[in-house]
């Protein structure tokens, strides 16, 4: 095993492993097996500043991706790379108490709307949402109990046929018609 320079050793985790092994005529795979032996984290060029990773965590993901100009899932990812734990506020948004008149409103306006109107992200009004059956900005704000006559169209025709006869979505129709094991009108599965 090549024993290092303490020039090289200092600099680990400073600067990239090629770079170092060019500045000192070593090969990288020498350089890196001496920065893991040693425990120490590769080198990676930030494009934000201090100042800006300093913003992570300080509020929701999806605040502070605007604010650097870059997706929510990047800031999630940047903010757990570097080991910071996320704002309360996110952690809240899906494990909220939700009042009534919140729940009415689902489905009524855009998942981004209402998300906005409570200071949530959109991810939890969908999650909530779907939870409860919703359909996305539909007129009703509760999910409708399956009437009797309403059944009885199920197989009859086919889904998109009954989605519209019933007022319903498509997708509803179909899960509906598996969970009362009826066949579906064209397969028969």
């Not at 500045?23 to 350089?31: G, L, R, Y």
């Not at 590769?42 to 992570?56: E, G, W, Y």
């Not at 969970?179 to 064209?186: A, C, Q, R, Y």
Request: aromatic share 4%; proline share 3%.
């Amino acid at each position: 095993m090549t024993k290092l320079p303490q020039k090289i050793i200092r600099r680990l985790g400073k600067a990239t492993d090629t770079a170092l092994s060019r500045e000192f005529e070593v090969s990288v795979a020498v350089v890196r097996s001496e920065r893991l032996r040693r425990g120490i984290e590769a080198f990676h060029k930030s494009r934000f500043t201090k100042k800006q990773l300093a913003l992570l965590g300080t509020d929701s993901d999806a605040k502070i991706a605007k604010k650097l100009k870059i997706s929510s899932s990047m800031a999630q990812q940047i903010r757990k790379r570097l080991g910071i734990e996320p704002c309360n506020e996110d952690t809240k948004s899906t494990t909220r108490r939700w009042k009534k008149s919140e729940i009415k409103r689902l489905g009524t306006v855009s998942d981004s709307k209402l998300a906005n109107e409570l200071g949530i992200s959109p991810y939890a009004v969908a999650w909530k949402r779907r939870c409860l059956g919703i359909d996305a900005s539909c007129k009703t704000s509760i999910a409708k109990a399956w009437k009797k006559r309403e059944t009885k169209v199920l197989g009859t025709m086919p889904d998109t046929d009954a989605a519209k006869k019933l007022g319903r979505s498509r997708h509803k129709v179909a899960i509906k018609r598996r969970e009362l094991g009826i066949p579906n009108f064209h397969t028969g599965q």
